[in-house]
């Protein structure tokens, strides 16, 4: 693994951490800062100037709009995105659709949705799990019929993130119930707009309607929107989880916890003196950056094997379990921190335009909002069980 900074790496460095400082509008780092979920607008805001400077895909290949950035480049933009406090961009285009167009996709989709990923002007949600099939998602029920050009597709989709913003959902349907589960799914791109579909919300124990309920009641789907081979859907939707599952660490948002963990404990006051200086405290702030000093260089390397070409087996895993329990160790350590203004839940009154005074130091806002909503990370992405479950048999061979 060579990962040492040369000096082009370095100036690297500076050029992006220049950028970041100029060019990322001060509402977006503040609520990204806070762990609150992005506004729409502010997110495409933000995507569509790093989109500008060529940066929005970091991973595609070039010819698709890529950077063309080593391993080491890639490390340093996403280290100094989480210094910033950037938000890295809403993933379900850029991170989990697009590269499945533009890995399997034809020249016709490729062209047709490619560049409006990149340029934030279509927003994409997952339409993957459905009441009785999260973690058994080859289960899956929702039904797509062939009647001429077109499919005409029946059935229900739950937990999907940022429906209610979305102008496409990437679809896992049945197209064959005959054979083994896994061979009778394929992959569908639905323009949300298309008659017949409806949305419910679900509210999240962070009170925030991120989540919704998809129903599907006799959409026509054209043909032309399946991605690759009908029934072969299974194989486009493990390469896309796979990818999801690498991005889902969050190591560098989570340093940026770490550091303002730090600041708080200077801050917050206890028997006379600071919470800095309990003992017990910070032996278990000091071993959480400990942790995830590990989990930098597990991801270092499997950064390097994919560089060098190698083909990955449970390193994804190993990531989204290490990456999400220290994610809800780091906020439910944020809150704890906090005393007693942790508990109250004032991220949204000062946010969303309500006049009334928040408790507490301006520190305080946010931790709690964040804490309760990543008691989902070990379950959204395939759950940690099942993570375990694929080290199991790949690893261990059990
Ligand atoms: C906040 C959030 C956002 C999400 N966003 C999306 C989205 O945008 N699109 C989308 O398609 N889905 C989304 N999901 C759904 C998510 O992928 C599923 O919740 C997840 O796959 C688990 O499925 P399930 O909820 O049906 O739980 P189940 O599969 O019913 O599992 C219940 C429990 O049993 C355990 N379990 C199940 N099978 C096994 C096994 N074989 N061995 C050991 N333990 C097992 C699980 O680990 C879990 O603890 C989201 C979920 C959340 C919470």
Redesign the pocket.
């Known amino acids: 693994m060579d990962l040492s900074f040369r000096d082009e790496d370095i100036a690297f460095q500076a050029e992006v951490r220049e950028f970041l400082e100029k060019n990322l509008p001060a509402d977006v780092k503040d609520r990204y800062d806070r762990g609150l979920h992005p506004k729409k607008e502010a997110a495409v805001r933000w995507q569509k100037i790093l989109n500008d400077k060529g940066w929005i895909a970091p991973n595609w290949p070039v010819e698709y709009g890529g950077t063309g950035w080593t391993a080491t480049q890639k490390y340093i933009f996403a280290q100094e995105l989480g210094r910033a406090s950037a938000p890295p961009p809403i993933p379900?285009g850029v991170s989990m659709v697009g590269p499945v167009i533009y890995t399997f996709g034809n020249q016709e989709q490729k062209d047709q949705y490619l560049p409006r990923i990149l340029n934030s002007e279509d927003w994409w949600?997952?339409?993957?799990?459905?009441?009785?099939?999260?973690?058994?998602?080859a289960s899956l029920q929702t039904k797509a019929v062939r009647d001429g050009d077109d499919y005409v597709v029946n059935g229900q989709?739950?937990?999907?993130?940022?429906?209610q913003h979305a102008d496409l959902i990437f679809c896992l349907v049945r197209t064959d119930s005959s054979g083994k589960k896994q061979e009778g799914i394929s992959f569908l791109l639905i323009d949300m707009k298309t008659p017949g579909i409806t949305l419910k919300p679900i509210i999240?124990l962070d009170k925030e309607h991120?989540?919704n309920e998809v129903f599907f009641d006799d959409v026509r789907v054209p043909v032309k929107n399946r991605i690759g081979d009908e029934n072969k859907g299974w194989t486009y939707a493990k390469f896309l989880l796979g990818n999801e599952r690498t991005s889902i660490a969050r190591i560098a948002q989570s340093k940026r916890h770490i550091e303002r963990l730090r600041d708080i404990v200077k801050q917050e006051r206890l028997n006379g003196g600071y919470l800095e200086d309990d003992r017990d405290f910070m032996r278990k702030v000091n071993q959480i950056e400990v942790d995830l000093m590990a989990l930098e260089y597990t991801e270092l390397r499997m950064l390097s094997s994919i560089d060098a070409g190698k083909k990955l087996t449970a390193e994804p895993s190993l990531l989204k379990i290490k990456g999400t329990e220290i994610q809800q160790r780091l906020t439910e350590l944020l809150v704890e921190s906090l005393g007693m203004y942790g508990a109250p839940y004032e991220a949204l009154k000062k946010y969303e335009g309500s006049n009334e005074m928040p408790v507490g130091p301006d520190y305080a806002h946010g931790p709690m909002a964040e804490h309760l909503?990543l008691k989902?990370?070990?379950?959204?992405?395939?759950?940690?069980?099942?993570q375990?479950?694929i080290i199991s048999k790949m690893v261990l061979g059990l």
């Not at 989902?376 to 099942?386: K, L, R, T």
């Open positions: 379900f949600c997952q339409g993957y799990s459905e009441p009785g099939s999260g973690s058994d998602l989709k739950i937990w999907t993130s940022h429906a999240g991120t989540l909503y989902a990370a070990s379950i959204y992405g395939g759950s940690n069980e099942i375990r479950n």
